[in-house]
């Protein structure tokens, strides 16, 4: 036996094995504790609220898990574990309710006879529409139960129906209400922290399937009095507060809006902030957002805030007795700009409003006469039209909402929905008016819907079906409320009569009460309450005690008849749309013919129409119960908490749900559930003579008579089932028309029977699966006979085709092979005797024309044979004479200073850089010639051969670049290809294509290390930068050596710049494409770290990686090529600028170029930019050691010409320097690499050594 449940584990209240309050009491007690807020009683939930959260009770996993367990139970899964009480559980009941069968029809012998036995008796009874009705007091924790619930059926309609993001929409429409009705009807009372000043129902409507279809809400009696007035302690709406605390700057300033404590409707009780936690700010932010959700525009949302501030305004206006003897009243003075801006925000003009306020309109006979309002009437008519205002806002927010998230139904008889009523609690303040009033006494309504459907139904039941049964005494409040409604001597009667009497007041009102109640059992009234119109009234949750001023004018409620009319001149669309003046007049203006309606008359007609469709849904209920009125938390309040247990009647429902059957079912509904568990019973046979149905009470009978014995059907595979037999009641109990069965015994029938179900579908299955295989493979045979015998003819049938084809073919080929040799005869017959032909007239005119010439060349002969001895004599003397001249060179040695013969084109500032064009003579004879130029020796040596070769040398200072590329041959490097851009070397022009480098620094070129190229023409060599000065000597061999490529058509353009991108990660240049090339093009030059990046500049076009033309390249594809190209690589740049490619001392007419090769130190020199095209020497510092022109002053009596104020720097690395900016050219001399070759120009030729020129 499993241990009895104690009060410490027991989640449902109807398992103690004591059932009294105290042990109930207990047991709540100790679940609280253990933060279990949740707990059964039988159907009804209790809910004891926490007063803090407990987030790990509504967390993600927590929804599925209920979710998940409602499915399992749909599906008949056996064995599903009962998961604890929880909101979730009542809410998932509710949803499953909603689209299930109240009766299973499972398969039976005698199938047709058991359901034409059924028909008229019990029909199948289809789902019905549910209802959640949450109730409890005040701060009870009712509306955060409700919010869970609806949060709870988005979920599982969403899970149930796998909807998609327009029902998810919906979904998140419906949850986003929430934060709006808060706003805008929640306040902070001294019992709640976020009490609901109003009543909503709210009808969530499904599909069959599950599917959220939409949503409506119902709102009841908005306390509209709290808005000008509130009780020490307690806050108006929150909406106010949230307004001054998270508006922005701009609203803040447009609407005027400052400290709480300045606006007289939110500053009489002396409490600013909510004291739960709560942030007004966020809150605001939470329901601008709602508002968007909810598809309320910007425009709408800025005037439902405006209204909100105009109101605020219009409370701080006070009144002044008009002067004179008048009577009326005018606003105070210190009250006019909260007239202004109330005026302003309203849309109207401050003498209308101004006007509305202090006087009224009424109908004398059949004129009309003006009114003055003295100052207390005018404060009455400003909170009226203040509380009016509000309420159509209000009314207008709900509709709105309702517009969002309505739906139409789309069939009324599939269509269901399910409700939840989240209505004020009952409330006990220390001065309660007609607001609880008209509160409690729909809470006592109900409380009366509980008694019926809990106490009531449940005993008529059993009366009407004739079982045993000890009837249960219950709370019944039925008195009070008659105490409210009975007419014409009701409460509230009484009260609608007096309001609409025109000399109705409070004191008559009461006195009435007194009279009438005096011997009432729920009316009680003390010697000193009469004396100040108090009364008392015995609710089911205690006596309240009433005060009865102001209940007159408070169910009146309504102002003059043109005390609204100025919001029809309003300048805002919406206010216009909110107050439509014809609907607001008939509430407001009475008429001959009918009275206007009170709060009260339309307060009961509001909740009579709730009730009734309460009626016609399944109920569940949800008793929200406040452990201790200090709402603090871990605090339970025995005393507190049992008045509530007792008012709600929780014990006396435990005990019916305990004693009671829960379930029922018809009994042809009984008989076609259980009666395969019995195949011992039969049904009654039909008779022709009566066509109505047998009765089935006798069989249901049988049925549990052989189900008690033990006698009915068991799964063979599982042990004997025992039914459970609880102490004081029967498992079954047979009545007139329906038989009631305990939960207990329900669960075990209905386990037993599945699992019979269970292996019958199994048999059957397997039977199906048998048939069906067997189906399948005669099905398969047939087809594969069928595939075969047409596969196989097909293959023949190709076959047959293929080789007619082939013979076809082979005797077209040779017949046309037969047909081309007969032809191919005949042309070579034809064609030989036509070669004949012309043959032999060529032979012929041949030797005519020999004939010819012979005869007209003998007398040339004998004149040329004279000429060609003569020189042949003169070739061998220049021979010798040259011979003679070497063999002087070598034994002389620097004897002189030599010269070189260059023809120049004119040269000088005016000139194009197009121009730069050198044109030479004989170049090894000029270079032979000049035995002392640059300051370099050159002789005459002997090659590897053996002859006489021409050997030459040109150095490079540390730091600088050869500017020559080598390939090797032979063991030998032979120069390549020159590339001036590159090269530091003054001498780099006496360097041909073909010449061979035999010696650095006077020693065997033994390279170690050389930057390989790859081009294609194979791999190629450069040197790299010299670590020290460094002399280089070449050989010109005698013959000419062949050359695979001199200097490509790509670098003798006179625009090409080449960089050599050395072993460095970055090149230093960021490259974009050419808008109509589309080819790469120089973006931004980051530094000049690599050889020649110093001739760079911004627009340059690359146009050759190593020789190869990528111009016709894409350029994402030139990218790649340049981004995995192996190190170091020769970049060849189309310049923007015009260049110069000049050797290295050049003459010229009038004028002469010098070069000045600058290794990174102190030039010593000072630029200035001028009018003309090259910057201008404007300062040389030759004296200050360490300097390039201090050096260059040692080296004078070497030939080198000393830089001069006055000359023009032209050239840097042997380019053109007219196109670079000067602030550019700044830029790169002082950040590029350095050695540099810096090219002057003078305007006058100096004084040389008199050599001459040759």
């Known amino acids: 036996m499993p241990p009895k449940p104690t009060s410490t584990t027991v989640e449902d209240l109807t398992l103690l094995v004591t059932l009294d309050e105290v042990t109930i009491l207990k047991a709540l007690q100790a679940r609280f504790n253990q933060n279990f807020i949740y707990t059964s009683t039988g159907a009804i939930l209790l809910a004891i609220n926490p007063f803090r959260p407990l987030d790990h009770l509504y967390t993600d996993a927590v929804k599925d898990t209920y979710i998940e367990h409602g499915n399992l139970v749909m599906m008949g899964e056996k064995n599903v574990p009962k998961l604890p009480p929880h909101a979730y559980a009542v809410a998932d009941t509710a949803f499953r309710d909603m689209n299930r069968d109240m009766w299973i029809r499972p398969a039976t012998p005698n199938t047709s006879a058991v359901l034409h036995a059924a028909e008229p008796e019990a029909p199948p009874m289809v789902s019905s529409n549910q209802s959640i009705l949450v109730s409890g007091e005040s701060g009870a924790g009712k509306t955060e139960t409700a919010k869970i619930i609806m949060q709870y059926l988005g979920s599982v309609s969403m899970a149930t129906a796998h909807e998609g993001y327009a029902k998810e929409h919906i979904r998140n429409r419906v949850l986003e209400s929430n934060p709006i009705l808060e706003a805008f009807g929640n306040a902070k009372t001294m019992r709640n922290n976020n009490s ?300 609608d009569e007096e309001s609409r009497l025109p000399t109705g007041n409070d004191s008559h009102l009461i006195q009435s009460f007194y009279s009438l109640f005096q011997d009432h059992t729920h009316f009680t009234v003390s010697p000193l309450q009469k004396k100040i119109l108090h009364f008392q009234i015995v609710h089911y949750a205690g006596p309240v005690t009433y005060v009865g001023d102001g209940f007159c004018d408070k169910n009146k409620d309504h102002a003059h008849a043109d005390a609204l009319g100025f919001m029809a001149t309003s300048t805002v669309p919406l206010y216009k749309a909110v107050f439509d003046q014809a609907r607001l007049l008939a509430s407001i203006t009475p008429s001959s013919s009918k009275q206007p309606s009170t709060v009260v008359h339309k307060f009961k007609s509001q909740l009579a129409s709730l009730l009734a469709l309460l009626h016609t849904t399944e109920p569940h209920f949800i008793r929200c119960v406040k452990p201790n009125d200090a709402m603090s938390a871990n605090r339970f309040d025995e005393v507190r908490v049992t008045e509530q247990l007792r008012c709600s009647g929780v014990l006396e429902a435990a005990k019916i749900s305990r004693t009671g059957y829960p379930l029922r079912f018809s009994h042809a509904a009984f008989v076609h559930s259980y009666l395969c568990l019995c195949p011992g019973v039969r049904l009654p046979p039909s008779s022709s003579d009566d066509p109505s149905p047998p009765s089935l009470r006798s069989t249901a009978q049988e049925i549990i008579a052989a189900i008690l014995a033990g006698s009915f059907m068991q799964p063979p595979s599982e042990p004997p089932v025992v039914l459970v037999q609880e102490e004081g009641r029967a498992s079954f109990q047979v009545g007139l028309t329906k038989v009631f069965m305990v939960l207990s015994v329900y669960e075990q029938l209905n386990a037993v029977r599945e699992s ?114 003569y020189s042949k004599q003169f070739e061998l003397t220049q021979q010798f004479e040259q011979q003679q001249d070497y063999a002087n060179s070598s034994t002389n040695g620097r004897s002189g200073t030599g010269g070189r013969t260059i023809r120049l084109d004119e040269f000088s500032d005016d000139d194009s850089d197009d121009d730069d064009s050198i044109v030479m003579g004989d170049r090894h004879a000029d270079i032979a010639a000049d035995s002392n130029y640059g300051g370099w020796g050159r002789h005459r040596g002997t090659s590897q051969s053996g002859m006489a070769a021409l050997t030459y040398e040109v150095a490079v200072l540390q730091g600088g670049q050869l500017g020559v590329c080598f390939e090797r041959r032979d063991g030998l490097y032979v120069a390549h290809k020159l590339h001036p851009t590159l090269s530091h070397c003054v001498d780099i022009a006496m360097i041909s294509p073909g010449d061979v480098l035999v010696a650095m620094n006077n020693q065997p070129p033994l390279l170690s290390s050389t930057l390989e190229v790859q081009s294609p023409h194979g791999a190629l060599h450069f040197l ?231």
Request: aromatic content about 8%; charged content about 20%.
């Open 196 to 495: 609901s000043r109003f009543g909503k129902f709210i009808r969530l409507g499904f599909e069959p399937n599950g599917s959220l279809l939409g949503a409506s809400i119902l709102t009841y009696l908005l306390e509209r009095v709290r808005l000008v007035s509130q009780g020490p302690g307690e806050r108006n709406y929150h909406i106010f507060y949230e307004l001054l605390a998270g508006a922005s700057p701009e609203e803040a300033a447009e609407f005027s809006l400052a400290s709480a404590e300045t606006f007289r409707y939110l500053n009489q009780s002396g409490c600013i902030l909510r004291q739960d936690g709560v942030d007004d700010a966020m809150s605001y932010r939470d329901t601008i957002h709602a508002m968007t959700t909810l598809g309320i525009d910007r425009d709408e949302q800025k005037n439902v805030l405006q209204l909100v501030a105009s109101i605020l305004h219009l409370g701080n206006i006070e009144f002044d007795a008009a002067a004179g003897d008048s009577g009326g009243s005018a606003v105070r003075a210190t009250s006019a700009s909260a007239l202004a801006m109330a005026s302003r925000l309203l849309g109207v003009d401050e003498p209308t409003l101004e006007r509305s306020l202090t006087s009224k309109a009424i109908q004398a006979g059949g004129d009309q006469v003006t009114v003055l309002l003295g100052p207390d009437k005018a404060v009455v008519t400003r909170d009226v039209i203040a509380k009016t205002l509000y309420a159509e806002l209000f009314d207008w927010l709900v509709a709105r909402i309702n517009k969002s998230i309505e739906y139409a139904p789309r069939d009324a008889a599939t269509d269901r929905f399910i409700g939840i009523v989240d209505i004020f609690g009952f409330e006990i303040f220390a001065t309660n008016s007609l607001e609880q009033l008209c509160i409690n006494y729909a809470n006592e309504k109900l409380q009366q819907l509980f008694a019926s459907f809990v106490f009531e139904k449940e005993q008529e039941e059993y009366v009407k079906e004739a079982i045993p049964w000890s009837f249960v005494t219950y709370p019944n409040n039925d008195l009070c409320v008659a105490l409210f409604e009975s007419r014409p001597k009701g409460l509230l009667p009484l009260l």
């Open 756 to 869: 019979l179900f269970g292996d019958s579908v199994l048999d059957m299955q397997r039977m199906i699966r048998g048939w069906l295989a067997r189906v399948h493979y005669r099905r398969c045979r047939q087809a594969i006979l069928t595939i075969q015998s047409t596969f196989r003819m097909l293959r023949i049938r190709r076959a047959f085709l293929q080789l007619r084809h082939s013979m076809l073919v082979v005797q077209k080929v040779v017949r046309g092979h037969l047909a081309r040799v007969r032809v191919r005869h005949l042309r070579r017959h034809r064609a030989a005797v036509r070669i004949q032909t012309v043959l032999r007239i060529h032979i012929a005119k041949r030797i005519a024309n020999h004939r010819r010439v012979h005869q007209a060349m003998l007398p040339v002969v004998s004149e040329l044979t004279s000429v060609l001895e």
């Open 1024 to 1254: 790299p930068p010299a670590t020290y000065y460094t002399t280089f000597r070449f050989e010109k061999p005698k013959s000419p050596v062949a050359v695979q490529a001199g200097v490509s058509s790509l670098t003798t353009n006179a625009k090409a710049v080449e960089v050599l991108w050395l072993a460095e990660p970055s090149l230093g240049v960021s490259l974009r494409m050419h808008p109509t090339l589309r080819v790469p093009q120089v973006g931004q030059i980051n530094h000049f770290d690599n050889p020649g990046m110093i001739n760079l500049h911004e627009g340059d076009i690359l146009i050759a990686l190593n020789g190869v033309d990528i111009r016709r390249m894409e350029f994402s594809m030139a990218l790649a090529l340049l981004k995995d190209a192996a190190r170091p690589l020769v970049l060849t740049f189309e310049s923007v600028v015009d260049t110069y490619a000049t050797p290295a001392f050049t003459l010229l007419d009038g004028s002469f170029l010098y070069h000045v090769v600058w290794d990174g130190g102190q030039l010593g020199l000072s630029l200035s930019k001028t009018t003309t095209l090259y910057p201008k020497v404007v300062h040389v510092n030759v004296d200050q050691p360490g300097t390039a022109m201090n050096v260059m002053k040692k080296r004078l009596a070497m030939g080198d010409v000393k830089v001069s104020r006055g000359d023009s720097l032209v050239k840097v690395n042997h380019q053109s320097v007219r196109e670079v900016p000067y602030s550019q050219l700044l830029q790169q001399l002082r950040d590029g690499p350095k050695p540099v070759i810096l090219t002057f120009q003078k305007r006058k030729r100096p004084k040389l050594p008199t050599t001459g020129l040759r």
